[in-house]
């Protein structure tokens, strides 16, 4: 079973409105990603997170971690139609695995 | 340099029949992983090279699945009488060490009829 879940599971907004997308787990993990998938094509990394860091930023791109929640959320500001994709979050769980798990992703739709 | 490359895109194989999926990963990455991605889902892991060593093997659903990395560069993933609940994308993706940033490739779809 996928450990991410990822909340909400679709997400339809207007252009240069803000995007937020959450993620939970279940198990203590070394980091988390983020990916965006394009309808058919395979999947970009957008941003990884360490399980020591709480907060990190690229371009319009925001990202936090709570680990004693066991989630984080991805923040999309000023969003643009080109935004329109499946973004997951992905999951190192800290096991000594090598399993990267992912959720069933957002699908979000930005209108212009 | 290029990225990872995957082929063939796409491939339709008649049920009961052998495939062969490639994954020819980024030059000198050590870590390389194969996904399984249904429709609308997120992508399954079903195993990981560390070099030529299959070191986690645990997300491959059935003794159909083989893998293999003989010389720590090129994979392919072997599907043995392929069923059509093995219809999927399968991705591939490398990276430079384990928890590091993974690069993946466009993906194969597999179409069982």
């Known amino acids: 079973s996928q450990q991410g879940e990822e909340d909400p599971q679709a997400l339809s907004i207007q252009e240069g409105e803000n995007a937020t997308m959450n993620c939970s787990y279940k198990?203590?993990?070394?980091?988390l990603q983020w990916y965006r998938q394009n309808s058919g094509r395979g999947l970009v990394h957008l941003i990884l997170?360490?399980?020591?860091?709480r907060e990190k930023h690229s371009g319009r791109l925001r990202v936090t971690l709570d680990t004693s929640k066991k989630s984080s959320s991805l923040l999309i500001t000023a969003s643009r139609a080109a935004d329109t994709a499946s973004y997951f979050c992905?999951?190192?769980?800290?096991?000594?695995?090598?399993?990267?798990?992912f959720g069933a992703g957002t699908r979000l739709f930005v209108k212009a | 340099g290029a990225g990872v490359s995957q082929s063939p895109r796409y491939k339709v194989a008649k049920r009961g029949q052998d495939v062969a999926l490639r994954c020819d990963p980024i030059?000198?990455?050590?870590?390389l992983f194969w996904y399984q991605q249904a429709l609308g889902q997120g992508p399954e892991f079903l195993t990981y090279?560390?070099?030529?060593?299959?070191?986690?093997k645990s997300g491959l659903p059935s003794d159909r699945f083989f893998a293999e990395r003989p010389e720590g560069s090129v994979s392919t993933l072997k599907i043995q009488r392929t069923q059509q609940e093995d219809s999927a994308v399968y991705l591939c993706?490398?990276?430079?060490?384990?928890?590091?940033?993974?690069?993946f490739g466009p993906g194969t779809r597999l179409l069982v009829l």
């Open positions: 993706a490398s990276s430079l060490g384990g928890g590091e940033t993974q690069y």
């Open positions: 992905a999951t190192d769980a800290d096991t000594g695995g090598f399993k990267t798990i």
């Open positions: 090279f560390q070099n030529e060593a299959q070191l986690d």
């Open positions: 198990t203590s993990i070394n980091n």
């Open positions: 030059s000198g990455h050590v870590s």
């Open positions: 997170i360490r399980s020591n860091e």
